[in-house]
């Protein structure tokens, strides 16, 4: 299959998690529902994916699930085309890519954390940096210390190391996987061989490192303006006073 850059049209959004670091705002609702300066989390997410040329979207629900169904329907409000798969049990990021392997088929695809937000004009950026010989292409963010997510090693653009919840103050690189990253259909092998991780989890991350190991190509794409990572109720209230979310 011939891929040319900028002709990803599909998305699948990680919607599943129970969300418990938000409580206590999560108890009625799942995260990817709650208001982030007046519009909930993952409608932001689908406005920005939609604009750059989504037109389809894959959303993988578990906690409270039929509630995201429920306010997004089909996508036709939205100019898209949604459909749904559900996790149960919760076994990771690479669990629920399993899920939907079937829907996305030989073509490249955007992969994206349902609590993470980043400043729009990141979307098309990516999407169209995307090259055919890319196995993947994972946007990444500056940080003082990855800790909290994973530590991306690069060489110019390429990805040579991933390092996983590094510990505090270890890492010598500044770039954290900021959870948005367009993947190639080479990808899906490396997802079936999944074997659980220390957490018990299928982690989308060993899949990268496989496909490092392979020697497959994988390079970043460095994010620019806003990314969070929505992940409790103060980063909720410090969101809903920036106004770079207007």
């Known amino acids: ?60 629900v578990g906690y409270r699930g039929a509630m995201i169904e429920e306010a997004f329907g089909d996508g036709a409000a939205l100019g898209m085309r949604l459909t749904y798969r559900t996790q149960e049990p919760p076994d990771g990021t690479g669990g629920a890519l399993r899920r939907v392997a079937d829907l996305c088929g030989d073509a490249p695809f955007l992969l994206h954390w349902g609590d993470i937000l980043i400043a729009p004009e990141n979307y098309p950026a990516l999407l169209t940096d995307f090259r055919p010989n890319d196995a993947a292409l994972i946007g990444v963010n500056h940080m003082d210390d990855p800790a909290a997510g994973a530590a991306v090693y690069l060489d110019g653009d390429r990805v040579t190391r991933i390092v996983e919840k590094p510990a505090p103050g270890t890492s010598t690189t500044p770039w954290n996987n900021a959870g948005v990253l367009a993947l190639g259909p080479r990808v899906w092998p490396y997802v079936q061989a999944l074997t659980p991780s220390p957490r018990g989890e299928y982690e989308v991350t060993d899949a990268l490192h496989a496909m490092l190991h392979a020697g497959e190509r994988v390079r970043a794409h460095r994010l620019v303006g806003l990314w969070s990572d929505v992940g409790t109720p103060e980063t909720v209230a410090a969101l809903d006073a920036d106004l770079r979310l207007t």
């Open 1 to 60: 299959m011939t891929i040319l850059a900028g002709q990803i049209t599909r998305a699948v959004i990680l919607a599943a998690g129970r969300g418990t670091r938000m409580m206590p705002l999560t108890a009625e609702r799942p995260k990817p529902l709650i208001p982030v300066a007046g519009r909930a989390i993952l409608a932001r997410i689908l406005d920005g994916v939609r604009a750059a040329g989504v037109t389809e979207a894959v959303i993988v």
